[in-house]
């Protein structure tokens, strides 16, 4: 299985496309193709057939898959764009922040 440097839940700021600079948080992640999916960004019109959950059908907006390069976490404690960094405390893996230096797990 592919390793992403973000998961699902985290807070992430967009760094390339249409929607740069924009942040929101992983509302999916899809690391077998290295994509993860941003609530609010990447917006997409997709045409729904009639069903029996969807009475009206019609055209939805949805987010679209980014790919995960784009993307770059924002730390809870200092509020930036950051890279990580990981570090071993009691015997689990923890990511850091690089530039404040605090856990974020």
């Given at each position: 299985m592919a390793k992403m440097h973000v998961r699902k839940g985290d807070k992430v700021?967009?760094?390339?496309?249409?929607?740069?600079?924009?942040e929101g948080e992983i509302l999916r992640?899809?690391?077998q193709s290295q994509r993860v999916?941003?609530?609010?960004?990447?917006?997409?019109k997709k045409a729904q057939?009639?069903?029996q959950q969807n009475q009206q059908g019609g055209i939805t907006t949805m987010e679209a898959p980014l790919h995960?390069?784009?993307?770059m976490l924002v730390c809870p404690?200092?509020?930036?764009?950051?890279?990580?960094?990981?570090?071993?405390?009691d015997?689990?893996?923890?990511?850091?922040?690089k530039k404040c230096?605090?856990?974020i797990d």
């Open positions: 700021r967009i760094l390339a496309g249409k929607d740069k600079g924009k992640s899809l690391p999916v941003v609530e609010g960004c990447n917006m997409m057939r009639p069903t995960v390069s784009n993307v404690h200092c509020k930036e764009a950051t890279r990580l960094a990981k570090k071993r405390v015997g689990k893996r923890v990511r850091v922040c230096g605090k856990d």
